[in-house]
Every structure is written in structure tokens, then in C-alpha cells.
């Protein structure tokens, strides 16, 4: 394809013309060169073409791995974490339940030990969770467990209360190899936490309307009787408890964050009140005390009940005007 040798014309005579067939041929011959390098030409931009293609796609690539990488470390250490508590919890079972007679696993997961090294007797471990893990650095994990047990009661006495331990545990983690690397550590547990104070101040009368409305609705809620509906907001996304729980409920107190007692007597048409709620259920085999904060909104001169709050209202959350 470099050159395109075409027959030479002839004259209509017959004759081949000469001086033109050697400019024809010098002509072809020259064009075969200049077609050549212009398909090199064509060649090489199309290869840069590509290979700026190929080199941004290695790039892209090669950007999407280190992120995946990176996700990839993350995900790794919290799988670490789950696998040194796993074994921080089956090492703190064995350790609070090994006797002389029956060591169980202890001798194998802590090989520090020796059966003579147990105790004659322990008492039943109940349960055993995990409270806190940190790590120490890259291999280490500080496990700290809690581990109940109750001492059994004879039979005219009755079962003391349990008691609870907290174990540290120093475990080393590689891949998906978890390894205990001392024994454990009994360590003091957390702070007690300060309870929070509600944000209900004042109990409103048993007698009241709005405690009324109250009842209403907890009984249509826990026992089937009645229907939610008349009681709630329209529109209020509540619902009794299906299959009903109870049999019987009975409000016990009524609290509110509302000090003003006038609102409460004669609500004003889109008013809230917020209540906590306390209710005695029962059914034939037992009795349970509960307690439900509650959002109400006023509408025609009553209460009704606009959400069953997830959680009780922290002091803070009360206006200025209600810390009076």
C-alpha cells in the first residue's frame, strides 16, 4: 500500500506513450512515500489518544483502590474490636468459672495457669458483657468485662443479690487470631452516673379533666378497651398495643412541666402540655408499674394526646418561664 503502480495509456494507436508512462510512474511512486507517512501520523496521535485514555483510567483506578483501602482499614478495626471482645468474653467466663474439680477451658486460654492454681469453689456465673474496649496500639486491645455471679441460697434462705466484677483483659489481635496476653486484671467499675433531673415539677389531681383524658387513653393503648383514636390528635400516629397486654390499667400520678394552673383548667386551642405519665397494669398472674411521657395538645377545650414520647423531658428542655 506504500506505492500503486498503474498500467502506462496508450495512444490510439496502440503505442505507449513513453514520456508520459515515466512522469505516470514517477508520479505513483512519489505518492506511495507521502501516503505512508501520513498513515504514521494517524497512527501515532490515535496511540496518544489511547494511551492518555488507558493512563487516566490506571489513575482511576488506582484512586478508587486507596480509597477502598482506606474504607478497607476502618472496616478491618472494628472487625479487631469485635473479635478481641469475643474472646475477652469467652476468656472472662472461663476464668470466673474454673474450679480445681472442673477447670474447663481456663488452662488452655490463659496457659499461665495451673489447675492448682483455681479456686476450690466459685460461684454460678449469671452473665458476662462487655463494657468497654480500647485500643492500646496496633496489635493490643484493653477489654474491660463485667462478669455477675450469684452465690446459690439453701433452702430456708433466701438467694443473696448478685455481684459483679469487672475484668481487664489485655488481648492481641492478627488478622483473624485472637490471643489473651495476661491474666486478668480485676479493676474498680464506672462511675455511678448523676440521674438526670425530669423536666416535671408539678403532679397534677387525680380528679382533673386532663387526667382523665389520660386514663382514657392508657386504657385504650394497654388493654383494648375503647379506642385510641377518641383520645389522640387527629391525625396522631398512635396505637394500642396489639395482641393487648393488660387487662386492667390504673394512672397512679400525672406529672407536668406546666406550673400555671389555669392553662391546664381551660386549654386555649393549639396549647402542648407535656406529662409524664405513671400507670399500675395488671393481668391475672401479675401486676407491672410503668410510666409513658406524653405530648397533649389542646383542641375544643380538651386534652388529647398528640405522641407517646420516646423518652422523658430533661429539665433543661423547659421553657424559662416554667423553672419559676
Do not use: C
Not at 4 to 28: I, N
Not at 72 to 94: F, I, K, P, T, W
Not at 284 to 297: A, G, H, K, S, V
Amino acid at each position: 500500500m506504500l506505492g500503486v503502480l498503474k498500467r502506462p495509456a496508450k495512444s490510439p494507436d496502440g503505442k505507449t506513450s513513453g514520456g508520459r508512462q515515466g512522469q505516470d510512474e514517477q508520479m505513483q511512486w512519489t505518492r506511495g512515500p507521502d501516503l505512508a507517512a501520513t498513515l504514521m501520523k494517524i497512527g501515532f496521535w490515535v496511540l496518544l489518544v489511547l494511551g492518555g485514555i488507558g493512563g487516566l483510567g490506571t489513575l482511576t483506578s488506582t484512586s478508587g483502590a486507596g480509597q477502598s483501602a482506606s474504607d478497607g482499614g476502618s472496616g478491618d478495626r472494628g472487625q479487631e474490636r469485635q473479635l478481641a471482645q469475643g474472646h475477652a468474653l469467652q476468656v472472662a467466663r472461663a476464668w470466673a468459672s474454673a474450679t480445681q474439680e472442673d477447670p474447663g477451658q481456663v488452662t488452655e486460654l490463659l496457659p499461665q495457669l495451673s489447675v492448682s492454681d483455681l479456686p476450690a469453689a466459685v460461684d454460678p456465673v449469671i452473665d458476662v458483657v462487655v463494657q468497654n474496649a480500647e485500643p492500646v496500639d496496633e496489635l493490643t486491645w484493653a477489654v474491660t468485662v463485667a462478669v455477675t455471679s450469684r452465690a446459690p441460697g439453701s433452702e430456708d434462705e433466701q438467694a443473696p443479690p448478685p455481684t459483679t466484677q469487672y475484668l481487664r483483659i489485655a488481648i492481641a489481635v492478627d488478622g483473624h487470631s485472637a490471643q489473651v496476653l495476661t491474666l486478668p486484671a480485676i479493676v474498680a467499675g464506672p462511675a455511678p452516673m448523676m440521674p438526670p433531673e425530669l423536666a416535671y415539677p408539678r403532679e397534677l389531681p387525680s380528679r382533673s379533666e386532663v387526667a382523665g383524658s389520660i386514663g382514657g387513653f392508657m386504657s385504650a393503648l394497654l388493654t383494648g378497651e375503647g379506642d385510641v383514636a377518641r383520645y389522640s390528635t387527629p391525625g396522631a400516629e398512635t396505637s394500642p398495643v396489639t395482641p393487648a397486654p393488660y387487662a386492667e390499667v390504673q394512672v397512679t400520678e400525672v406529672r407536668t412541666m406546666q406550673t400555671d394552673n389555669d392553662p391546664i383548667a381551660s386549654p386555649i386551642g393549639g396549647q402542648v402540655l407535656e406529662v409524664l405519665v405513671s400507670v399500675t397494669a395488671s393481668t391475672e398472674d401479675r401486676t407491672d408499674r410503668l410510666q409513658y411521657p406524653l405530648q397533649l395538645t389542646a383542641r375544643d377545650g380538651r386534652w388529647e394526646v398528640t405522641q407517646v414520647r420516646s423518652g422523658p423531658l430533661m429539665s433543661d428542655d423547659m421553657p424559662d418561664e416554667d423553672h419559676n
